[in-house]
C-alpha cells in the first residue's frame, strides 16, 4: 500500500512538512509512504494548456494515481489553502470526469504557528477535495503554536495530539482497504 504525502508548504522546514513526515513514521509495516515534493513546480491552473499540461502537471497526476491513498499537511494562509496547494488541486481535479482523485481516500491535517491550528484551512481543504471527487475523512488534526509543538526529532510532543494522528491514520488505511475489498 502507498500513501502519498502532500505539504501544503513550499518551505523546505515548514512545519507542515514536520507534521506530514511524523504521519508518514507512524504508518504501519507494510504500508509506504512517499512524500510529494514539486508543488512549486506546478504552473498555474489555465484551460488553455489542458490539452498539453507540461511534465510537471503530468508527474503530479501520476503520484496521486498511483497512491492508494493521500495526506494532506497544510498550512493556513490569510484563513485559507496556500495558493499552490489550490493551483495543484485545480489540476489534479482536470478533467473531472477522469479525475485522479475520484474515490482517493484522503486525510487532511494541517499546523499553524497560531492559536487555532490551521484549522480554516484544512475545513477549505477538505471541502475543495470533496468536490474535486475525493473521499475525504471528516476529522482534522489542528497543531496550533506549531512552532513548539515539535521536539528535536521533529516528532509531536503533545500525547493527544499524536494519538489522534495515529485515529487519522487509521480510518484513512480502513478506507482504502475497504475500497480494495469492495
Given at each position: 500500500m502507498i500513501v502519498l504525502g502532500v505539504a501544503g508548504s513550499l518551505r523546505q522546514a515548514s512545519y507542515s512538512r514536520k507534521l506530514l513526515r511524523a504521519a508518514g513514521r507512524m504508518l504501519p509495516p507494510g504500508v509506504d509512504f512517499v512524500e510529494y515534493d514539486a508543488l512549486k513546480q506546478i504552473p498555474p491552473f489555465d484551460e488553455d494548456?489542458?490539452?498539453?499540461?507540461?511534465?510537471?502537471?503530468?508527474?503530479?497526476?501520476?503520484?496521486?494515481?498511483?497512491?492508494?491513498?493521500i495526506v494532506f499537511a497544510t498550512p493556513e494562509y490569510n484563513a485559507s489553502i496556500p495558493g499552490a496547494l489550490k493551483n495543484a488541486i485545480d489540476w489534479a481535479s482536470r478533467p473531472f470526469d477522469d479525475t485522479v482523485l475520484r474515490n482517493k481516500p484522503v486525510a487532511v491535517i494541517g499546523a499553524s504557528t497560531g492559536m487555532f491550528g490551521a484549522v480554516w484551512s484544512q475545513a477549505e481543504l477538505r471541502k475543495?477535495?470533496?468536490?474535486?471527487?475525493?473521499?475525504?475523512?471528516?476529522?482534522?488534526?489542528?497543531v496550533a503554536a506549531a512552532h513548539e509543538a515539535f521536539d528535536e526529532a521533529d516528532e509531536l510532543e503533545d500525547h493527544d495530539l499524536r494519538l489522534e494522528?495515529?485515529?487519522i491514520l487509521v480510518e484513512l488505511l480502513d478506507n482504502v482497504r475497504r475500497r480494495v475489498a469492495a
Open positions: 494548456d489542458e490539452p498539453e499540461p507540461g511534465d510537471a502537471v503530468e508527474k503530479w497526476r501520476d503520484a496521486l494515481a498511483g497512491a492508494d491513498a475543495v477535495l470533496g468536490a474535486a471527487g475525493a473521499r475525504v475523512i471528516d476529522r482534522e488534526l489542528p494522528l495515529d485515529g
